[in-house]
Nanobody
Framework: QVQVVESGGGSVEAGGSLRLSCAAS????????MSWYRQAPGKEREFVSG???????IYADSVKGRFAISQDVAKSTSYLQMNSLKPEDTAMYYC????????????????WGRGTQVTVSS
């Protein structure tokens, strides 16, 4: 079973920065594709950032130019650097990990972490 754990959330003032991490573990010889989502109270979960099959970084319009995604394949870890944070960025941030593992003949399987809270005050 693959486990996904997010970390790095916290409370910051508007204009501040945070760096989120997402670590995947538990899969033998698996390849992981990670992306970030967020959910604010009373709202649906929305896509924030990810890396597509061509290894291009993609972002929601609301975070372009402020957030940067990266991935350390060797560590099975994704990072989301968030700069110039705004109060509207306040949400629970989740990491979606798609695991491609030999034991499942590389059929992709989705896993989600429990999230890390980001709160931005004005």
């Amino acid at each position: 079973q693959v486990q996904v754990v997010e970390s790095g959330g916290g409370s910051v003032e508007a204009g501040g920065s945070l760096r989120l991490s997402c670590a995947a573990s538990g899969g033998t010889a698996c390849r992981y594709t990670m992306s970030w989502y967020r959910q604010a109270p009373g709202k649906e979960r929305e896509f924030v950032s990810g890396i597509d099959d061509s290894e291009r970084s993609i972002y929601a319009d609301s975070v372009k130019g402020r957030f940067a995604i990266s991935q350390d394949v060797a560590k099975s870890t994704s990072y989301l650097q968030m700069n110039s944070l705004k109060p509207e960025d306040t949400a629970m941030y989740y990491c979606k990990t798609v695991a491609h593992c030999p034991r499942w003949f590389f059929t992709p399987k989705d896993y989600w972490g429990r999230g890390t809270q980001v709160t931005v005050s004005s």
